[in-house]
């Protein structure tokens, strides 16, 4: 229970009575002994430095990660992206227009064929070129 050359509490003891798990012993030690209390005192203080430095550094950190602005060439082509599948989409609806205007049934085969082209490249979710990127993203 006690420090064998002083009477007071060994660190395992103290490292208890941090824990809460103080045996009636030294419970009964601490009471008595000013020393003991006083050197626990610190040492629950040190602690709740460490915690609210830790719990400080942690928000910095968190608001440093949030503040980071996206990279002007991920913007840029964030946004090409979607001009680009824009672009399709207008294609596909001036395509799909002209074929119901003019009459479907009578519609040669390939306007078929240029039709569900332009339909496959439109419900793509990015163009071809950059689906290597997606892919290495999603891998992340």
């Not at 002083?6 to 103080?22: D, F, K, N, V, Y």
């Not at 009964?28 to 709740?48: I, S, T, Y």
């Not at 430095?49 to 719990?55: D, I, L, P, T």
């Not at 240029?114 to 689906?131: H, I, K, Y």
């Amino acid at each position: 229970m006690t420090h064998p050359y002083s009477g007071h509490l060994s660190s395992e003891r103290l490292s208890e009575c941090i824990l809460g798990q103080p045996s009636p012993d030294a419970r009964r030690h601490l009471q008595d002994c000013p020393a003991c209390r006083a050197e626990l005192g610190n040492f629950r203080e040190a602690l709740g430095e460490f915690r609210g430095a830790v719990r400080c550094w942690s928000e910095e950190q968190a608001q440093a990660a949030l503040a980071v602005p996206a990279r002007p060439s991920e913007s840029r082509s964030w946004m090409a992206a979607h001009q680009f599948a824009m672009a399709l989409l207008l294609a596909a609806v001036c395509i799909l227009g002209s074929f119901i205007w003019h009459g479907g049934e009578n519609a040669p085969a390939s306007d078929a064929v240029l039709l569900n082209q332009v339909d496959a490249q439109v419900s793509r979710t990015v163009p071809s070129s950059m689906e290597p990127l997606t892919k290495l993203v999603a891998q992340e």
